[in-house]
Nanobody, 123 residues
Framework: QVQLVESGGGLVQAGDSLRLSCAASGRTFSSHAVGWFRQAPGKEREFVSTMGWSLGSTYYADSVKGRFTIARDNAKNTVYLQMSSLQPEDTGVYYC????????????????WGQGTQVTVSS
């Protein structure tokens, strides 16, 4: 009953910034934890960031902490990922997710996924 659609990906140069958006539908979306995963070519899908629905707690992978910021606007049913100081290793398909507990970091901990949006960072 939760549908997610990502947008905002593209091709940028190292050092640039991008903001990804995820439009959500579903009557209980505001009660879900939300977050982002990514998958680089030839690599496993990995945790990027999550945000809780109760206290708004945020969690980040060590590789993006200090550069990426997650936010949500429940009135607009939208979750964002603001990315700055992008590097080539940030390249991959970024997926918006929703689940029950933002403290969890496993792929299978999140039942709802978007289709993904491509982010490519060139040197």
């Amino acid at each position: 009953q939760v549908q997610l659609v990502e947008s905002g990906g593209g091709l940028v140069q190292a050092g640039d910034s991008l903001r990804l958006s995820c439009a959500a539908s579903g009557r209980t979306f505001s009660s879900h934890a939300v977050g982002w995963f990514r998958q680089a070519p030839g690599k496993e899908r990995e945790f990027v960031s999550t945000m809780g629905w109760s206290l708004g707690s945020t969690y980040y992978a060590d590789s993006v902490k200090g550069r990426f910021t997650i936010a949500r606007d429940n009135a607009k049913n939208t979750v964002y990922l603001q990315m700055s100081s992008l590097q080539p290793e940030d390249t991959g398909v970024y997926y918006c997710v929703a689940g029950a507990d933002s403290r969890l970091r496993g792929v299978y901990d999140y039942p709802y996924w978007g289709q993904g949006t491509q982010v490519t960072v060139s040197s």
